[in-house]
């Protein structure tokens, strides 16, 4: 399994599905604040520190939106991309 560090929402989603899925199959449950990404967000495009320009780099084919947040409603939306998924 990949780490839920660098996924689209998609993926994250098919992810936490596979674990709850485990967890109800061992008669146990996983709370939902458990799940958890990466995400960076900083006041504008060109704002981001260098360590994190690399790191959203990690994976180019991924949205740079869904890791690299501009703004707090940026921040926000990227939030709410994975929280539905």
Do not use: K
């Not at 993926?11 to 485990?22: K, L, P, Y």
């Not at 061992?26 to 995400?39: E, F, K, N, Q, V």
């Amino acid at each position: 399994m990949t780490s839920a560090v660098f996924v689209t929402p998609e993926e994250f989603g098919a992810m936490a599905q596979t674990i709850r899925d485990a967890a109800a199959e061992a008669g146990r449950a996983i709370d939902a604040d458990h799940y958890g990404t990466t995400l960076f967000a900083a006041p504008g495009p060109d704002a981001l520190p260098p360590g994190a320009e690399y790191l959203v780099g990690i994976r180019p084919d991924l949205a740079r939106e869904d890791h690299a947040a501009n703004g707090a409603a940026g921040a926000a939306r990227a939030e709410q991309r994975y929280a539905t998924a």
